[in-house]
């Protein structure tokens, strides 16, 4: 299986802030590295798929990047309703396995 | 519009089989290539992929659940199914349905249902 993890586990920040999220394979996959954000009782979102096509519909402000085992999701001016749970997934092989998600809290 | 909607019991007793139907609408499974898959989440927890049906009927499981798991498209192709044998106290979740994507687009999951809250207690 494909182990993802993530770090950090959780982030405080501030309105406005650029904030990046890591994500790392223990094997190559590629770009098939996907982004999610979750906010609570609420179903995850897709941010990013490919490890950088933003979805459609997700504001600019998200990015995404790497290839292989590394990569990075980047928020480039937080804004209120970006404070959430972010998970990473790889679509390389099954089992589909997730990150154990970044929290993003408010500072 | 994609819409996916999980429906079934949210109780289930301890050893018995919990049974969900995700009704999808706007499409039909069997088109555009797509991935039908069953995601849960344990209470404050992370996201466990259970398995997924293909647009073929190709079914695919995660390892974990031990062969408890089957995943099946319903002949009408607008509803999927899961099926989680000998439930235990650790099956308690929240049970989401997802469109998991197609080579188009990396099989990111691009369409979630509002997920359904099981509790196995007897």
């Known amino acids: 299986d494909v182990q993802m993890t993530q770090s950090p586990s959780s982030l405080s920040a501030s309105v406005g802030d650029r904030v990046t999220f890591t994500c790392r394979a223990s094997q190559t996959i590629s770009t098939y590295l996907n982004w999610y954000q979750q906010k609570p009782g609420k179903a995850p979102n897709l941010l990013i798929f490919g490890a950088s096509s933003l979805q459609s519909g997700v504001p600019s402000r998200f990015s995404g990047s790497g290839s292989g085992t590394d990569f990075t999701l980047t928020i480039s001016s937080l804004q209120p309703e970006d404070f959430a749970t972010y998970y990473c997934?790889?679509?390389?092989?099954?089992?589909?396995?997730f990150g154990g998600g970044t929290k993003l809290e408010i500072k | 519009q994609v819409q996916l909607e999980e429906s079934g019991p949210g109780l289930a007793k301890p050893s018995q089989t919990l049974s969900l139907i995700c009704n999808v609408s706007g499409d039909t499974i069997g088109s555009g290539g797509y991935y039908w898959s069953w995601i849960r989440q344990h209470p404050g927890k992370g996201l466990e992929w259970l398995g997924y049906v293909s647009h073929s009927g190709r079914s695919h499981y995660n390892p974990s659940l031990r062969s408890r798991v089957v995943i099946s498209v319903d002949t009408s192709k607008t509803q999927f199914s899961l099926k989680v044998r000998s439930v235990t106290a650790a099956d308690t979740a929240v049970y989401f349905c997802?469109?998991?994507?197609?080579?188009?687009?990396?099989?990111?999951?691009?369409?979630w249902g509002p997920g359904t809250t099981v509790t196995v207690s007897s």
């Open positions: 997802v469109r998991g994507g197609n080579s188009f687009n990396y099989f990111g999951m691009d369409v």
């Open positions: 997934q790889q679509s390389y092989s099954p089992p589909l396995t």
